[in-house]
């Protein structure tokens, strides 16, 4: 071992592959939920933590912390400032690019909510839960309505957050599920509050509020015919 030295490429990029897989170990096992909230503020509407495509963000970060390490080495080194350009500019790429797999992963799977029917869904609404499967055209109704709600804007969204809403512990939800597709499954899943706002996400005060555009009505009438 007192022998061990870096000498040639190959040596170089040995180190360099072990390093960045260290660094994606540490990131991906200390940093792993962190990223994926943070990452939460860039998906598509209505997609979720739970949905979205995994691992993105860790590669992100990976990219982030090795492009700045390689430029320290660099320096140290001496490096041409061309070097440190390419080096820059390559890092930023990737990165760039990660981030637009992750966002084109993400759209095409929410693309489903419009595009292909549901397999399932699962309603608890009022105390009455409900299943509905494939061919059902109470699930198609529904997945329209779902499709349709729209997302309301900031300034009535930060109001709501900020609002009682009474036992959310209610659970009032709606989960439809679609088909595994791109490697990846996906999941609509809203709940509605006791004073009847509809949301989609981590909490009522986290989440992203939608207009009610008769899908509560909807609920109404299957709970009561349950």
Not at 66 to 74: K, R
Not at 162 to 174: A, K, P
Not at 212 to 222: A, H, P, Q, S
Request: hydrophobic share 40%; glycine share 8%.
């Amino acid at each position: 071992m007192k022998n061990w030295k870096i000498k040639t490429k190959k040596d170089r990029a040995v180190c360099l592959i072990c390093l960045t897989l260290l660094v994606y170990a540490v990131v991906n096992g200390c940093f792993r939920d962190k990223i994926m909230r943070f990452m939460e503020r860039f998906m598509p509407d209505k997609l979720t933590v739970m949905n979205q495509p995994g691992g993105y963000g860790t590669l992100i970060v990976t990219t982030i912390v090795m492009t700045l390490f390689l430029l320290v080495y660099e320096i140290i080194g001496k490096k041409k400032i061309k070097m440190l350009w390419i080096t820059a500019c390559s890092g930023i790429l990737l990165s760039t690019a990660l981030f637009g797999g992750y966002y084109l992963h993400g759209w095409l799977l929410v693309r489903q909510v419009y595009t292909t029917p549901a397999v399932s869904a699962w309603i608890h609404y009022h105390g009455a839960s409900i299943n509905l499967k494939a061919g059902d055209e109470r699930l198609l109704k529904l997945q329209e309505l779902a499709s349709g709600m729209e997302r309301l804007p900031k300034e009535e969204q930060l109001l709501l957050r900020s609002e009682d809403h009474g036992n959310s512990g209610r659970m009032d939800m709606v989960w439809i599920n679609f088909p595994y597709r791109y490697f990846h499954s996906y999941d609509l899943i809203f709940r509605i509050n006791e004073d009847g706002t509809v949301y989609i996400g981590n909490g009522p005060k986290a989440a992203n509020y939608y207009d009610d555009n008769g899908v509560i009505e909807f609920l109404r009438t299957e709970a009561e015919g349950a």
